[in-house]
């Protein structure tokens, strides 16, 4: 969670995109939630509905677990990830949906979308407020070996927010400490680019690549695809929207300055 100055940002930014909303009763629902883990699903589950509306923390009281303040989404991305985002669109709080075809997460009210691997906003109204009130908190996932998957700790607060640029203060530490050591780092775009942007943009980094992640549309249906080179990937794919670079610490931090990059964040987090 963030620090009081962080949250007193917040406050004063939430003055500005939702005047009209009490943030005293935002504030009553606040609850202590860092020491509750909660089995949502088992990895097959996930695996065959691709996507699992969930609770948290659950009560058991069908009315407090009806709260858009408890609604979070486990979603299996197409690079495999899985995330557990709130439910809230931080512009004015409606519920998003997930949808498995585009990859994305959009609200219908006023059409804010969201990076489902990420939880950072793309597109509408959310996009455009600033970090770190442009992105979905998200709860920490973690899987047992039998595949249940289990999350807690909740990163943001709901409706408002998240600071998800910590992230490069990891490979700014990590530049200080090691700046040679080679690190993974997944690398999501704003908008998905073109296979050719993608190699012009490989070269100019003179970064290395373990993957690269994009589709080709077949009429409607989206084929989503992983490919291991840039070579398999200009076979196979029309668009990238996010590629895996191993670099050192000085160099990802050049790509994460680039305008088409949401944020490199370093691998590490759960794989299927
Ligand atoms: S409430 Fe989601 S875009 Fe406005």
């Known amino acids: 969670m963030g620090s009081r100055r962080f949250f007193l940002k917040l406050l004063a930014f939430s003055a500005l995109i939702a005047p009209f909303i009490p943030i005293g009763r935002y504030l009553q629902r606040r609850e202590k939630v860092d020491q509750i883990k909660q089995r949502v699903a088992n990895i097959n589950e996930l695996k065959s509905l691709g996507e699992i509306n969930f609770?948290?923390?659950r009560t058991g009281d069908p009315e407090q677990d009806m709260d858009p303040f408890r609604q979070y989404a486990l979603i299996l991305t197409p690079t495999g990830e899985v995330r557990?985002?709130?439910?809230?669109?931080v512009h004015l709080w409606c519920l998003w949906k997930y949808d498995p075809n585009l990859a994305e997460c959009i609200c219908p009210c006023h059409g804010s979308v969201y990076n489902p691997d990420?939880?950072?906003?793309?597109k509408g109204p959310a996009y455009y407020q600033p970090y770190p009130t442009n992105a979905l908190p998200m709860l920490k996932v973690e899987l047992n070996e039998d595949g249940d998957i289990y999350v807690s700790q909740l990163d943001g607060i709901v409706g408002y927010g998240r600071e998800w640029k910590k992230d490069l203060a990891n490979i700014q530490s990590m530049l200080r400490k090691a700046p040679d050591k080679e690190i993974r780092a997944y690398t999501p775009f704003w908008k998905s680019i073109t296979i050719t942007e993608t190699e012009k943009l490989i070269r100019r980094y003179n970064i290395k690549v373990l993957k690269i992640y994009g589709y080709v549309k077949r009429g409607k249906e989206t084929e989503w695809l992983v490919a291991g080179s840039l070579d398999e990937a200009k076979e196979k794919m029309e668009w990238v929207y996010s590629i895996e670079i191993f670099a050192k610490p000085g160099e990802i931090l050049k790509v994460a300055d680039d305008d088409r990059v949401i944020i490199p964040m370093i691998r590490g987090n759960v794989k299927p």
């Open 55 to 57: 609770v948290f923390p």
């Open 84 to 89: 557990a985002l709130s439910r809230v669109c």
């Open 118 to 122: 990420t939880g950072v906003a793309t």
